[in-house]
C-alpha cells in the first residue's frame, strides 16, 4: 500500500505536517469567502430574472453537481485529488465571471460550471485531509479518526467565519459597485491555487508514486460500486447523509421566507440568519467530544431525531418555539451528523477508492436536493408550512427507516452468503 509505505516513511524522518496543515486551512479559508451568496439572488432580480426562473437555475446547478460527482470522484482517485481542488478553484473562477454578462445563455453556462466545480470538490477535499492526519498519527488509525474529526470541525468552524465575513464584505462591495463582489470572488478562486500547491505530491496524489500504469475508469468506478454494496456501513452511511443534509439545506433556503411571514422584520431575519451560523459553529466544536463519547450506532440516530424534532417544533405556530426548532435543533443535527459521517467514511473507506466512495455521499445529496427542492417550492405555493414541514418530517422518517432496514437486508444476505462459502 502506497499510503501505508509513506506513514512508514514518516515514522523514520520528521514531516512539517503542521505546515501543511496550515497550507490546507489557508486554502479552504480562501475558498470560503462567498462574496457573492448574499447578493446574486438580489444582482439576478435587478437584471428583470424571476424567482422562478431563478429557481431554474439553482436546478441547474445541482443537476451538473450531480452528474458530474463520480467522474469527478475517479478523476480525484486516479489523477490527483490535488489537481481536482485546483480545477475547483479555475471552474470557480470561470463560473464567477459569466455573472458579469447576466444574458441567460451564460447564466445557465455559470451555474452548470458552478455544479461540476463543487463536484471536483466532492470527497477530494476529505480525502486530502484524511491522509495529512496519517502523517500525524502514523499506523494507529484509531488516533487518525480522533484526529481527523477534530480537524474537521475545525476546518468546518474556519468555513462558517469565512462565510459570514466574506457575505459581510459582499454586501459593502455592492454597495460600491454591483459587479465588484463577482469581481473580488474571481480574484480569491484564483488565490486559493497558491497554498494548494504547497501540499506535498505524496498527500495529495497517494497512488501515483507507484502506479504507472494506464488509468482504468470504468474498472474503477466498479471497485467503488462494489466496496460500497458489500458494505452496508458505508450505503446507510451514504444513505442517511443525502436524506438529513438536502432536508436540512432545503429548509434553510426557504425558512427566511417563514419568518418573514411570522412577522420578523428583514433586519431580525438577517439577524437570526447569523445566529444559525454562530449555532452551527458550536455545535461542530462539539461534535468531536461527542464523537468519543457515544458510539456511532446511537450518534447518528439520535441527529436524525433531533432533525426531526427541529422540523416538528418549526410548525409550531408560536414563534420562539419555530426559532429554537431551527436554530437549535435544526443545526445540531447537520453540524454533528456531517463530521461522524465523515469520520466513519473514511475510515471504512480503501484508499485507493476513498475520493469517490465520498463523492458518492456528496452525489446522494445532490440527488436528493434536486427531488425535494422543486417538490419543497410546489408545495409552498399550494400549501402552508405547516403542511409542507409536516410532509418532510414524514419523508425524513420514512427515508430513515427505509435506509434502516436496506441496510439490515444487506448485511443479512451477506452473512448468509459468508456462511455458505464457509
Known amino acids: 500500500m502506497i499510503e501505508s509505505s509513506a506513514l512508514s516513511e514518516s515514522l523514520t524522518q520528521p514531516l512539517p505536517w503542521r505546515r501543511w496543515l496550515v497550507a490546507f486551512f489557508c486554502y479552504n ?57 485546483i480545477v475547483y478553484c479555475l471552474l470557480g473562477a470561470i463560473e464567477t465571471l459569466f455573472f458579469l454578462m447576466p444574458t441567460l445563455p451564460f447564466l445557465f453556462i455559470s451555474f452548470a460550471l458552478s455544479g461540476i466545480s463543487y463536484a471536483f470538490l466532492g470527497g477530494a477535499n476529505e480525502a486530502v485531509l484524511w491522509t495529512l492526519t496519517g502523517y500525524a498519527a502514523p499506523g494507529d488509525v484509531q488516533q487518525q479518526s480522533a484526529r481527523y474529526s477534530r480537524l474537521l470541525s475545525m476546518t468546518l468552524m474556519l468555513s462558517v467565519v469565512s462565510e459570514m465575513t466574506g457575505t459581510t464584505l459582499g454586501g459593502y462591495l455592492g454597495n460600491m459597485m454591483q459587479t465588484l463582489p463577482f469581481i473580488c470572488r474571481t480574484i480569491v478562486c484564483l488565490l486559493a491555487i497558491i497554498p494548494l500547491l504547497l501540499l506535498p505530491k505524496s498527500a ?47 429548509i434553510y433556503f426557504f425558512v427566511q421566507l417563514q419568518f418573514h411571514n411570522l412577522g420578523f422584520a428583514l433586519s431580525s431575519i438577517g439577524i437570526i440568519m447569523a445566529i444559525s451560523s454562530l449555532s452551527q459553529c458550536a455545535f461542530t466544536a462539539l461534535a468531536p467530544y461527542l464523537m468519543r463519547r457515544l ?16 422540523i416538528l417544533l418549526m410548525i409550531a405556530p408560536n414563534a420562539i418555539v419555530s426559532l429554537f426548532g431551527f436554530l437549535v435543533l435544526l443545526q445540531a443535527s447537520s453540524a454533528i451528523l456531517y463530521p461522524t459521517i465523515s469520520t466513519r467514511l473514511n475510515e471504512d473507506s480503501p484508499e485507493a477508492q476513498r475520493a469517490m466512495v465520498l463523492s458518492f455521499e456528496t452525489g446522494m445529496f445532490s440527488l436528493a436536493m434536486i427531488v425535494l427542492f422543486p417538490l419543497f417550492g410546489l408545495g409552498l405555493t399550494n400549501s402552508s408550512y405547516s403542511a409542507v414541514y409536516s410532509w418532510t418530517a414524514a419523508a425524513l422518517l420514512g427515508g430513515s427507516i427505509a435506509s434502516y432496514l436496506l441496510v439490515r437486508i444487506r448485511t443479512a444476505v451477506l452473512v448468509r452468503r459468508s456462511s455458505h462459502s464457509d
Open 29 to 85: 479559508g480562501t475558498m470560503r469567502l462567498l462574496f457573492t451568496s448574499a447578493i446574486w439572488m438580489i444582482y439576478l432580480a435587478s437584471h428583470g430574472y424571476s424567482p422562478f426562473m431563478i429557481g431554474l437555475l439553482e436546478m441547474t446547478f445541482h443537476l451538473a453537481k450531480f452528474v458530474a460527482e463520480v467522474p469527478t470522484g475517479i478523476f480525484a482517485d486516479l489523477l490527483g485529488r490535488r489537481k481536482s481542488l
Open 204 to 250: 495529495t496524489e497517494p497512488q501515483q508514486a507507484t502506479v504507472h500504469e494506464r488509468p482504468h475508469p470504468l474498472l474503477h468506478l466498479k471497485e467503488g460500486v462494489r466496496v460500497v454494496w458489500h458494505s452496508p456501513r458505508l450505503l446507510g452511511l451514504i444513505l442517511i447523509s443525502g436524506l438529513v443534509e438536502s432536508c436540512g439545506t432545503t
Open 295 to 310: 458510539a456511532v450506532r446511537l450518534l447518528i440516530p439520535t441527529c436524525v431525531l433531533c432533525q426531526l424534532g427541529g
